[in-house]
């Protein structure tokens, strides 16, 4: 039974014995103002070496699709992926346009009105993989063409999704060398369920998620309004982001923000 919450660190609760007890809230459960805070404690420049680095072959680089400000900041920072060892980039398109992509990754754009290239910002997303496609980053689509086909989609046709994939990222990752970037919603990227990051890791593939936030998006609010609130809601940085009371619920390995927009 709870009797109160402090303002600051500890919740009283009685226990079977009826003695009090405290025990710690964790910082994320703490307000705007306390984790504005804590960001500035925690949070580093982003360092896409260290995003990208270490022993993960495959990235998944969480989005909100509507927020260009991340494929701005890709497009900004494609050498940075390339020196960090990204040598392909998948992205959430239809994956039966092999032509298409064939002349994209030459370097020829002239068709890139007819190839998807993933929802929204179409002109924001080209720009980005005209920058990576400069550096030498192979760019390939991994969406199932069935999610292009006019139909009602069910429930199961969701699970076969993430199903899919899966394969296509495992099977990419397993023919190419270097590091593997995938731009995706931030639910195929969430640990903790059937998505799609969660069968490669089943099948003992080394990943790693960075959800991307700022921009045009403010969720979680838990971070952007407490940047905003304590000074840095305008600033570029990053966060490790494990642990279940982190924000995502600790469903990422890294946070990054980018400066908000009005």
């Given amino acids: 039974m709870v009797f109160f919450i402090t303002k600051v660190l500890y919740i009283i609760v009685i226990n ?4 009090p007890t405290e ?5 994320w459960e703490q307000g705007f ?6 960001l500035l ?5 982003v360092r896409y070496e260290t995003l990208f680095g270490g022993e993960s072959r495959v990235i998944f680089i969480g989005e909100a699709h509507n927020n260009s400000a991340i494929h701005r900041e890709l497009r900004t920072q494609a050498r940075e992926l390339r020196n960090a060892g990204v040598t392909t980039f998948l992205v959430e398109a239809n994956s039966d346009q092999d032509e298409l992509y064939r002349l994209l990754n030459s370097g020829d754009f002239s068709r890139i009105s007819e190839t998807n290239l993933g929802p929204m910002n179409k ?3 080209t720009q980005m993989l005209q920058a990576l496609q400069r550096e030498g980053i192979k760019i390939i689509p991994i969406d199932d063409p069935r999610n292009y086909e006019k139909r009602d989609r069910k429930d199961n046709d969701v699970q076969e999704r993430e199903v899919y994939l ?8 397993a023919s190419r060398e270097g590091r593997v970037a995938v731009l995706i919603g931030l639910s195929h990227a969430a640990r903790g369920g059937n998505h799609t990051i969660d069968f490669l890791e ?3 593939i080394n990943c790693r998620s960075v959800f991307f936030t700022g921009g045009r998006d403010q969720i979680p609010k838990i971070v952007t309004e407490s940047a905003r609130r304590s000074g840095i809601g305008y600033e570029k940085f990053m966060f490790q982001a494990n642990g279940k009371n982190a924000p995502y619920g600790g469903k990422a390995d890294y946070i990054v923000h980018l400066p908000q927009e009005t």
């Fill in 166 to 173: 899966a394969k296509r990222i495992q099977q990419i990752a």
């Fill in 23 to 27: 025990n710690p809230i964790a910082v």
């Fill in 16 to 19: 079977m014995d009826g003695v």
């Fill in 202 to 204: 089943r099948d003992g």
């Fill in 123 to 125: 002109e924001q997303r």
């Fill in 41 to 45: 404690t925690i949070k580093q420049p």
């Fill in 33 to 38: 103002d306390a984790v504005g805070q804590h």
